[in-house]
């Protein structure tokens, strides 16, 4: 059975990865947006997340203003509030 999984896991690697990379960068930018250009706290901004976000972890830096979301052991990524453009995300590392 281990041995499954992990063909498994291999073998679907590139969409689980690509899924994590695209929900953190979701929820960054959404939770961003929602708390420093709708003014909402961060725990009310997990209301906006598409249903299956669940384990999407979000933490903010009040002080850059900006949001940081997790997939947990997959992907990261962090959306910044800047004036005129809004929330912006970090590039990706390729």
Aim: hydrophobic letters at 45%.
């Amino acid at each position: 059975m281990p041995v499954a999984l992990a063909a498994l896991l291999v073998w679907f690697w590139t969409p689980i990865n690509g899924y994590a990379d695209a929900g953190a960068s979701y929820g960054a930018r959404v939770a961003c947006s929602c708390r420093y250009i709708g003014g909402r706290s961060l725990g009310d901004c997990r209301k906006d997340f598409e249903p299956g976000m669940g384990l999407v972890m979000l933490s903010e830096d009040t002080a850059a203003k900006s949001v940081t979301a997790r997939f947990p052991l997959l992907a990261s990524q962090t959306a910044t509030f800047r004036d005129g453009p809004g929330c912006v995300l970090e590039p990706w590392d390729d």
